[in-house]
């Protein structure tokens, strides 16, 4: 039978942990969702509003509450009986009254806290695993955001050039077959272009809807919010035996593993009979003569048909199930942060060490008075543009995957609510993405 002991520390910090997060999520703080202006408003106001996040906050507050139910006497027990008659033509009554408190014996209120307990901190642990869902979507989202608006202006920077050289095109009086070629060429470039931006258009205004929608309608300054891009990559510190303990993952089978043991506690219990006493009273009448008597009762059922041995072999399964269960996502654990982090590590290494974005402006700039000049034919005026195209949406690329690494570590690690608002507030500045 495995049953597992939290450590004075583990509770310690799990309860800091649970004090935190509770704090950050009642609803309607001082902060109040006004007008969104910066990636830290959208974050905390997602987080306040978020029915999913409201919900299971909800669910958390209602097991806490059940912790103390569970803990509760059960109420006395009043009961009467009267009995009356005639005996030898005389009139005869009896009135009982006692009055019983249950006693459960065996420990099965210690068995109902644990049980509450067990499911409280299920209830959290699912909460913050709703939470790192919600906040990892919403940055997500928020990073997307400021990607289509970089391609957005990279093709409309391409189209305006297209635009030129084909006007310029027309603007002669006779084409040679290769000028004739190249308008040809350029105008069905300018199309692919035009598709390409009319689609991210689309997507754009789909996805401010949805950022909307998240905050139940809440006012964005989109003005001011489309400043915003990622300054710095956060930096991630080296993973430790302490590095999963506040994995919400990890305490939801955690509590898997308490709930079986309440279960064994319970059925040990069960097989405890249950005591019920305490004083009881008897009215007399007997003809002419009235008198009372004061006595004590005491009921017990007798432990003989069931003493819980099945229940107690299941139990003591779904115990053993459970710990084999936690130890494995452990093991998981442990080994998917380290191969993340060294993943994310790789991805951040080649965000650092990309072209300055400005380099292939300034060399896009050139492109179209050289074709004018006749230095560039079409073909490596059209490579050049789908290059940065290209270029563009393969960084956005390791982008995504960066962000979704930085995520999931920061989820394995418990800590995805603090890492997220420090960094969203210090690391998202204006100007856009390096």
């Given amino acids: 039978m495995y049953f597992k002991v939290p450590s004075p520390n583990h509770l310690c910090r799990t309860r800091a942990l649970l004090f935190g997060v509770l704090a950050t999520l009642l609803p309607y703080q001082s902060f109040a969702c006004e007008v969104v202006r910066a990636p830290i408003d959208y974050l905390q106001c997602v987080v306040e509003r978020s029915p999913e996040i409201v919900a299971a906050q909800a669910e958390a507050e209602s097991a806490q509450d059940l912790i103390d139910q569970a803990g509760r006497w059960l109420n006395p027990e009043l009961n009467s009986q009267n009995l009356f008659g005639m005996s030898l033509g005389d009139y005869q009554n009896q009135n009982q009254f006692s009055l019983l408190q249950p006693i459960q014996l065996g420990g099965k209120r210690d068995a109902r806290v644990a049980t509450a307990t067990a499911r409280a901190k299920k209830a959290s642990a699912e909460r913050d695993i709703q939470l790192s869902v919600t906040v990892g979507g919403a940055l997500s989202q928020l990073l997307r955001s400021v990607q289509i608006r970089q391609e957005m202006s990279a093709i409309e920077s391409a189209i305006g050039a297209y635009r030129r050289m084909v006007a310029n095109l027309k603007r002669r009086t006779v084409l040679s077959p290769e000028q004739r070629a190249t308008l040809a060429l350029f105008q069905a ?57 506040a994995n919400p993952t990890l305490r939801s089978f955690s509590s898997l593993q308490d709930l079986a043991a309440a279960e064994y506690q319970s059925a040990s219990a069960e097989a405890w009979p249950d005591l019920k006493l305490g004083p009881m009273l008897q009215l007399n009448t007997e003809g002419p003569i ?37 130890e494995t996502r452990l093991r998981q654990q442990t080994i998917l942060l380290k191969e993340k982090q060294e993943a994310y590590e790789l991805l951040q290494k ?85």
Avoid: C, M
């Fill in 290 to 326: 009235k008198f009372q008597q004061y006595g004590f009762e005491v009921n017990v059922a007798l432990p003989i048909w069931d003493l819980r041995g099945p229940a107690k072999r299941a139990a003591l399964r779904v115990s053993e199930a459970a710990h084999l269960v936690y």
């Fill in 350 to 434: 080649r965000i650092a060490d990309r072209t300055p974005i400005e380099s292939f402006e300034r060399y896009l700039g050139s492109v179209e008075s050289q074709f004018a000049r006749g230095v560039l034919g079409p073909p490596q005026v059209i490579e050049a543009y789908r290059q940065r195209i290209e270029n563009l949406r393969s960084r956005f690329e390791v982008e995504r995957q960066a962000l979704s690494l930085v995520v999931d570590i920061w989820t394995v690690r418990g800590e995805v609510l603090e890492k997220t608002l420090s960094w969203a507030k210090t690391s998202w500045a204006q100007g856009g993405s390096k």
């Fill in 189 to 245: 470039n300018l199309e692919t272009l035009e598709n390409s931006s009319s689609t991210l258009a689309a997507e754009q205004k789909i996805l401010k809807a949805t950022l909307v929608g998240i905050l139940l309608g809440q006012q964005i300054d989109w003005q001011a919010l489309d400043r915003f891009g990622i300054a710095d990559w956060p930096e991630l510190s080296p993973a430790t035996n302490t590095s999963l303990a």
